[in-house]
DNA sequence: GAATATAAGGAGTCGCAACCCCGGTTACAA
DNA sequence: TTGTAACCGGGGTTGCGACTCCTTATATTC
């Protein structure tokens, strides 16, 4: 396989980028819509990515593998509590768009593919970690098992934008989660 | 507007109910899957609801007044803190399938007709004031305003449905928001 | 139990969106 | 510069699903 041409590759990049922006607000976007803002030929999108779902994916993986990148970044961070707290804040104030890509997909009945199925892991391992250390700096309570915190990360960034809440509401509301979270931390 | 005949009432009634199930299997469900579940022709779905959408719609907000109804239930209960932590624990237990429902419908890109966003208010006044009286029997902390309670209780129920969460881990998740609720209350 | 309004059924129609074809264009190598 | 393989564009095609027409059936009323 050999390497893409310039402009191919270019228009790779403009057409995910597309995608992102049009799926994000709206999940329900037709193909040629992205084509349009991608300044490309339907046909374009669809020998970049041979179906739409195919192309859904390829936006949510992207979203997924950034956000292990941030997370493994904060990993090495000297203050665990902290790392593990800042993470889960920018996953949630960042959520809008990358909910409704998901959505679109679950909503096309599609189980996710393989890469983004990866990406998902890898994405959950990160976070993982960071969970660990954070219960071994003692931020975190340890009773506290990582499938009910990671649904609580999904459900706060779900909650926060289904109900449109305003930036200071949801300071708030990440409040009283990391309040749950810490309660007890030190026995 | 007379009365519906008899055995327009009951079909009315078995096409919701089918409704209700298919599209909270499957959010992408086609009408007829619903007919064809209701034993009835696709035209009496038709008939009975002018559109897909307010199909959904009626689901959407026959669900949203049998909440409603559960929430004044329980506004008069003696122990307050208990009936807002069983109020929520209840809906998120039985999420599943409502979620699916409102995720058609904002993927079908409509905002809620009136009926449903009435049923809405009226479901999320009810909750208000069990919240309202839980913080006044000091079970809940005073500084906990409704916007960012209201999202918890949307988010934990998409959590816990978005990441396939058992119920015993559901109920770990449950007692960790409830902690940060509870956080201080006494003060 | 006959008349009639009301409802049911299911084979259509119609539009939309995913996906393909093929003639023209452009990056890259020699 | 020129050849050519890779790429692009945008008008078709096709399938699917929402919605309708019209004939037949049945509840209700007197």
Redesign the pocket.
């Known amino acids: 396989m050999?390497p893409?041409?310039?402009?191919?590759r270019d228009?790779r990049m403009r057409i995910l980028s597309a995608a992102e922006d049009v799926f994000g607000q709206s999940p329900a976007a037709?193909?040629?819509e992205v084509a349009k803002l991608a300044?490309?030929?339907?046909?374009?999108v669809?020998?970049h990515f041979?179906?739409?779902v195919a192309l859904l994916e390829a936006v949510l993986t992207q979203r997924l593998e950034r956000l292990r990148d941030r997370a493994l970044e904060l990993a090495d961070s000297d203050d665990a509590g902290l790392a593990f707290f800042g993470f889960f804040s920018q996953v949630v104030a960042e959520s809008a768009s990358k909910l409704a890509i998901a959505e679109a997909l679950s909503a096309s009945g599609t189980v996710a593919g393989d890469e983004a199925k990866a990406a998902g892991q890898g994405m959950r391992e990160a976070f993982g970690s960071l969970l660990d250390r954070a219960q071994q700096a003692g931020a975190v309570r340890r009773d506290a098992a990582f499938p009910e915190v990671y649904a609580l990360l999904v459900g706060a960034s779900r909650g926060a934008t289904a109900t449109g809440l305003e930036s200071d509401a949801r300071d708030r509301m990440l409040a009283l989660l990391y309040d749950g979270l810490r309660a007890g931390a030190g026995s």
Chains 1, 2 share one sequence.
């Open positions: 050999r893409l041409r310039a402009d191919a228009n037709s193909t040629d300044e490309v030929g339907i046909a374009t669809f020998r041979p179906t739409k």
